[in-house]
Each structure stands twice: as C-alpha cells, then as structure tokens.
C-alpha cells in the first residue's frame, strides 16, 4: 500500500510542459506563452492546488481502479507544503495529511493508525530537487523540444489553451523528465520501470491566463505499460488540477505537535518489504 501511495504521489506531481510555433489569436507562440507563464510562476511567494486523479491499472486479467483528492497549499520561501488526501481503492477509502517544510522536513500521517511518520532525510533532498526542476523554465522546456509537431494553441476570452498531444511523442524526453523529478532515492524505486515504460498514449492540456500568465488549470491523460520482462503493468491515468490562491498565503507550518510526536523511519522501513 505504501507503494501505491508513494507512486500517486509521484503522477501527481509531474507537470509537463512544451515549446512549439504554434501561434494564438494575438500573435504570442506556444513557446512565448509558456516562458510568460512559467516566470510569472516563479515570482508567486504562495499558491493552492487541487487535484482529482483516476487510475486504473491493469495486470494478470486484474483490473483495479483508483480514485484520489487532494487539496494542496504551498508557500515558497521557506519552501512549505500542506497536502491532505482522500483515495479509494478496493472499496477502501483512506484520509491523510502531509508536511513537508524545508527547514523541519517531511512528516506523514498514518492513514490506518493515525499518528504521523517523519520520512528519511533523503527524501527532503528530493522535495528540494523536485522544486528546482518544477520552477526553472529552462529544465521544464528542455524535454520537449523535441514535439514541436504536437502542439496546438487556442485562444479563449480569458484564456491560452496549450495542448500536447499526438503519436510522435518523444517518449525517451519523457522518461527522462521523471527520471529527473524523482532523483537518486526514488529512481533506486522506479529506474527498472521507467526504463521498461511504454508511452501509448500522451494528452496535456494547460489553461493559462491571458492577463497574469498564471497557469490556472490542466487536464493530463496518459495510457502506459511497464514491462520488464517478469511483470507487465498496463496503467490509464486522468488527472485534473486547478490552480488558485496566488499568493494568498502568509504563514504556512508544520504544527509543533507533529514535528514532537513523529515516528521516524529508515528507507528499509519504506522499501523492505515491496
């Protein structure tokens, strides 16, 4: 279960993001529009997210679905994350909150037990490298220069509508992206997987302000298989975020209660036993 935990996470955190020729109705291209939009990014000091994801993941004739929530507020200096999360699997529903502060680190609640974990320092430095890839416009683009071809442009009263979409999808760039956002701890985890990964079938789609340039919503689908040889994976995934809240947070921290009370794990409690 903490496996599948740790791997929703993982879907939810990757934003993809694209260049192209492509123009909108004023002139700006794919490309303008996303470098506008990724430097008013990283100029907000807050922001809150939400996040509605559906899975189904396929192996062995099973199939199982999975339906998670999550509300998420972040404030950017000192880097400080407040998640809480809602996921039904199996006809089992679980509820759970998350911290992550760069100064005190990383604290789960035990869904099934209550109380709260303090995670591995490891994976603080990999929060901290998931945030410097998230907010530099140069590493986000990197990745897809390759898929000029697959984007599209519209143009709406309030919005930039950018899509990526279409079968010749550089997926190594891809595989390349998240192996970037996860780092060292997680790639021990997931390297063999994302290697063996077969992309399908890509869609991003990314609303962004025509006024503030802020990214204010997306819509990500992806259809993939993991394969290595032993264990096949086919995984469907849709996921919708909403952004709002910018800069609407002044204060943002890990409750003293939490930080006094966490149980601290190793990395052989997480991963001994998958």
Same mark, same amino acid.
């Given at each position: 279960?903490?496996?599948?935990?740790?791997?929703?996470?993982?879907?939810?955190?990757? #934003?993809?993001?694209?260049?192209?020729?492509?123009?909108?109705?004023?002139?700006?291209?794919?490309?303008?529009?996303?470098?506008?939009? %990724?430097?008013?990014?990283? %100029?907000?000091?807050?922001?809150?997210?939400?996040?509605?994801?559906?899975?189904?993941?396929?192996?062995?004739?099973?199939?199982?679905?999975?339906?998670?929530?999550?509300?998420?507020?972040?404030?950017? *200096?000192?880097?400080?994350?407040?998640?809480?999360?809602?996921?039904?699997?199996?006809?089992?529903?679980?509820?759970?909150?998350?911290?992550?502060?760069?100064?005190?680190?990383?604290?789960?609640?035990?869904?099934?037990?209550?109380?709260?974990?303090?995670?591995?320092?490891?994976?603080? *430095?990999?929060?901290?490298?998931?945030?410097?890839?998230?907010?530099?416009?140069?590493?986000?683009?990197?990745?897809?220069?390759?898929?000029?071809?697959?984007?599209?442009?519209?143009?709406?009263?309030?919005?930039?509508?950018?899509?990526?979409?279409?079968?010749?999808?550089?997926?190594?760039?891809?595989?390349?992206?998240?192996?970037? @956002?996860?780092?060292?701890?997680?790639?021990?985890?997931?390297?063999?997987?994302?290697?063996?990964?077969?992309?399908?079938?890509?869609?991003?789609?990314?609303?962004?302000?025509? %006024?503030?340039?802020?990214?204010?919503?997306?819509? @990500?689908?992806?259809?993939?298989?993991?394969?290595?040889?032993?264990?096949?994976?086919?995984?469907?995934?849709?996921?919708? #975020?909403?952004?709002?809240?910018?800069?609407?947070?002044?204060?943002? %921290?890990?409750?003293?209660?939490?930080? *006094?009370?966490?149980?601290? @794990?190793?990395?052989?409690?997480?991963?001994?036993?998958?």
């Amino acid at each position: 279960m903490k496996k599948v935990l740790l791997a929703s996470c993982l879907s939810g955190v990757i #934003i993809l993001t694209a260049a192209c020729s492509a123009e909108s109705d004023d002139g700006l291209t794919a490309e303008e529009i996303l470098l506008k939009s %990724e430097e008013a990014m990283e %100029e907000l000091t807050s922001y809150s997210m939400s996040m509605k994801s559906t899975q189904e993941m396929s192996a062995d004739g099973d199939t199982q679905e999975m339906d998670m929530e999550s509300e998420i507020d972040v404030l950017m *200096e000192p880097l400080t994350m407040f998640q809480t999360t809602t996921m039904d699997m199996m006809g089992i529903s679980m509820n759970y909150d998350t911290y992550f502060s760069e100064e005190h680190g990383f604290f789960m609640e035990d869904p099934n037990a209550g109380g709260w974990f303090k995670l591995p320092d490891s994976f603080m *430095e990999e929060m901290m490298a998931l945030s410097d890839v998230q907010m530099s416009p140069e590493e986000q683009l990197q990745p897809f220069k390759d898929n000029i071809e697959e984007l599209t442009v519209e143009t709406e009263e309030d919005h930039y509508i950018v899509t990526l979409k279409g079968d010749g999808l550089d997926t190594d760039a891809l595989k390349e992206q998240i192996s970037s @956002i996860t780092g060292d701890g997680m790639s021990e985890m997931y390297g063999d997987a994302l290697d063996s990964m077969d992309v399908h079938e890509l869609e991003y789609e990314l609303f962004i302000d025509r %006024e503030t340039f802020y990214n204010t919503e997306a819509n @990500i689908y992806m259809d993939t298989t993991v394969d290595d040889g032993m264990f096949e994976l086919d995984l469907k995934q849709n996921i919708h #975020i909403l952004f709002t809240n910018f800069n609407g947070i002044d204060d943002l %921290e890990v409750p003293g209660e939490v930080i *006094e009370n966490a149980e601290e @794990i190793s990395e052989e409690d997480l991963f001994g036993g998958f």
